[in-house]
């Protein structure tokens, strides 16, 4: 900082002030020492601006998968809105594991990271409120923060879960499976809630209507294959799908495909969150949406409200939206 000083022709404290607060300094002065740092190859030093209780610059990004497509793009929200703070985002993914999620976070925490934006795994948010109790800010992700004092940013999965299930009965089906993740995630389980709303509002017996079978994200091609067979081999055999996201619907389309099964003529197929790959399937798929983009840079814009004096902690819901494109049609026997 001397030697910027000396080169800018300021004091040490002006200097200070450049990198701490730009606003107090003179336009002039302050492109003099920019380019004073420039010269001489200043670097800020994070760690030693932490301990001076400047907010760190980094932030963390704790993911169910960033492989998966919904997380990768919730991650780019959440980049885009914290780009404009010059902030760095690191990203981890939790594979699924508590405990890997509990791992990730410890790690965050000790690096005193300016916040951590998560999207839990573990239905016990104690460890998530306990940690911003000391000091590190966090913000919910595709989650609902409950009774928890913490920012959250969600989007009303029951009621995604009923506009799948009753575009299907529109069309005339009652008898639908619902494909879920092996794991029980719970917006996951709160689709399947929505469901089952929607068929109990019709007049329908969850028992009767409802097929269960389930399909871990990701899945192999065996597991695709078992979950397939427990469709067909439901009596009666469902007319419909509804999977748990978009991903999962791609493999089932699959798995109907190479048992002889034509969509939406034999079966119909709706999936959940409308990722960018959806419209160029074969047959194109009917999805619910989510406005993933905007939940991560929601979350982030409230985790840089964190640091601001008379901060609030607050929950932002979105709601989802049904896409209707060629995978779902009448049932053969209604048309």
């Known amino acids: 900082m001397r030697a910027v000083a000396h080169v800018a022709g300021v004091s040490v404290s002006t200097v ?61 929200g959440i980049e885009d809105r914290l780009a404009d703070q010059d902030c760095l985002v690191l990203v981890g993914s939790t594979d699924l594991d508590a405990a890997r999620q509990r791992r990730l976070l410890r790690l965050l925490e000790e690096q005193a990271v300016r916040g951590v934006i998560v999207a839990p795994i573990d239905p016990d948010l104690t460890g998530l409120q306990e940690m911003s109790r000391r000091g590190t800010p966090v913000v919910l992700v595709d989650h609902p923060r409950g009774r928890m004092d913490l920012c959250a940013v969600a989007v009303d999965d029951v009621l995604g879960g009923r506009l799948a299930a009753e575009h299907l009965l529109a069309l005339g089906h009652r008898r639908i499976a619902y494909v879920s993740g092996v794991v029980g995630v719970a917006a996951v389980d709160r689709r399947r809630t929505g469901v ?51 991903t999962g619907a791609l493999e089932i389309l699959h798995g109907l495909e190479a048992a002889g099964l034509r969509v939406p003529a034999d079966m119909s197929v709706v999936g959940y969150d409308d990722l960018r790959f959806a419209a160029r399937l074969s047959p194109p798929l009917t999805t619910v949406a989510q406005p993933t983009y905007q939940l991560g840079y929601a979350a982030a814009d409230l985790l840089l409200g964190e640091t601001q004096a008379g901060h609030t902690h607050r929950e932002i819901v979105f709601q989802p939206s049904l896409v209707v494109r060629s995978s779902t049609a009448p049932p053969a026997t209604l048309l």
Request: charged share 20%; hydrophobic share 45%.
């Open 196 to 246: 089952c709303e929607a068929l109990a509002d019709a007049g329908l017996s969850v028992e009767q209507a409802l097929v269960d079978a389930h399909m871990s994200v990701g899945g192999s091609l065996e597991e695709t294959v078992k979950a397939v067979e427990r469709i067909l081999a439901a009596v009666p055999r469902p007319t419909a799908v509804i999977c748990f996201n978009d």
């Open 16 to 76: 200070a002030n450049v990198l701490s607060r730009p606003s107090v300094v003179a336009p002039e002065t302050l492109r003099r020492v920019q380019e004073a740092m420039t010269e001489v190859g200043y670097v800020r030093h994070g760690p030693a601006r932490v301990l001076r209780g400047v907010p760190s610059a980094i932030v963390g990004s704790v993911m169910l998968d960033l492989a998966n497509p919904f997380y990768a793009q919730v991650n780019r």
